[in-house]
């Protein structure tokens, strides 16, 4: 088991459950648009939020921000070990740095030292992209380097007494980050903070990253999640719903199956499931629903016999059924509502 971490009130490692992470893309300078980015990803069901901190002008609306945020708010920095230490004093609940590129051992350890004295935790996030000259070797693979370079900020930290500490190991590559990850995995307890780094537009992004931190969750490797789209955050916590969702380790929500349709359906199947998948999005139920959209009914409900609530067309009309049993007859038009509805009584 991994050790157990807090920011602000989410616990990750230990007997924690798997939490959800995105980041802000407004301008942090802009107080109102970066609260309203936060409570939409909050609504979406995301539970820690990363603001990056580019300059000091960020500084005093990254304290606004925190003491603002219906959730715990990470300071992400890059270069300047400054803004990693006016962002702790501005009450971050913790802070993501490279120590790759924050500057000189003495700047670290001020850090450490700060992060410390607020009880903080420090996430050592290493990219690729951001290794190390030192590191770079062609007997090893980059996982492997990867993982020593990681490995070589962890002793330091853990040298300089700080040991409340996350680690992310990403690259874009879906194989290499799931083998830098297996790697760290075996090679020490500090909680995991998986995604696949700059994995791409909404689409693409979604298979690597369902590819990648899906396979890792499956083998029980991970303990907070971030999904990195260039689209819309609050994507990026729909996929880390669904990604969660479907390797078992959240048991609540509306999970939606539909068949592919073949020539057995007579109804307009594909938007009818969109509707579905939309309406019922605003259901937020706190146990699973299982919710079965068919286009026929001679297979429709014996395919989806274990979901909850299902409607099933033929012909002219829709078949409600309730745990494969036929329980109403209804026009097509008027199913989807219907569907909501006694989804709404079941949650
Ligand atoms: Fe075809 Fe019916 Fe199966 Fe849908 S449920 S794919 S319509 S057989």
Redesign the pocket.
């Known amino acids: 088991m991994k050790k157990e971490i807090f920011i602000g009130s989410v616990g990750i490692g230990g007997n924690h459950p798997v939490s959800i992470q995105s980041m802000t893309s407004t301008d942090t300078r802009d107080v109102t648009s970066t609260l309203n980015q936060i409570q939409a990803l909050t609504n979406a069901g995301c539970e820690i939020v990363r603001v990056a901190v580019p300059d000091r002008e960020s500084l005093q609306p990254l304290a606004t921000i925190i003491e603002s945020s219906p959730m715990p708010v990470v300071a992400d920095i890059q270069f300047d070990a400054l803004l990693a230490l006016k962002s702790i004093e501005a009450g971050a609940h913790a802070i993501r740095i490279n120590p790759g590129n924050i500057g000189s051992k003495n700047k670290v350890i001020e850090i450490l030292n700060a992060a410390n004295q607020k009880k903080i935790p420090i996430r050592i996030g290493v990219n690729w992209g951001s290794i190390e000259k030192k590191f770079w070797s062609s007997h090893r693979s980059r996982a492997e380097i990867m993982v020593e370079s990681v490995l070589d900020k962890v002793k330091f930290f853990e040298d300089h007494h700080f040991f409340n500490i996350k680690i992310s190991v990403k690259s874009s590559d879906v194989k290499e980050t799931v083998n830098a990850y297996r790697l760290i995995d075996k090679a020490c307890d500090y909680p995991l903070h998986l995604g696949i780094t700059e994995a791409g537009t909404l689409f693409s992004g979604t298979v690597k990253s369902a590819i990648g931190i899906g396979s890792l969750l499956l083998d029980g490797i991970g303990n907070t999640i971030r999904v990195s789209l260039t689209d819309d955050p609050v994507e990026e916590v729909k996929v880390a719903c669904e990604i969660l969702k479907a390797v078992g380790l959240r048991q609540q929500g509306i999970e939606i199956i539909s ?4 020539s ?2 007579t109804v307009d199947l594909i938007s009818l499931a969109k509707e579905a998948e939309k309406k019922l999005a605003e259901l937020k139920p706190l146990k699973k629903v299982v919710v079965a959209i ?3 009914e ?3 409900p014996g ?1 989806a016999k274990d979901a909850d609530i299902g409607v ?1 067309f033929s012909q002219k009309y829709g078949y409600i059924f309730k745990k494969g049993k036929k329980i109403e007859k209804i026009k097509p038009e008027q199913s989807i509502k219907r569907l909501t509805e006694l989804v709404k009584e079941l949650s």
């Open positions: 068949c592919p349709t073949c057995r359906t068919m286009g026929c001679v297979n429709g395919e099933a």
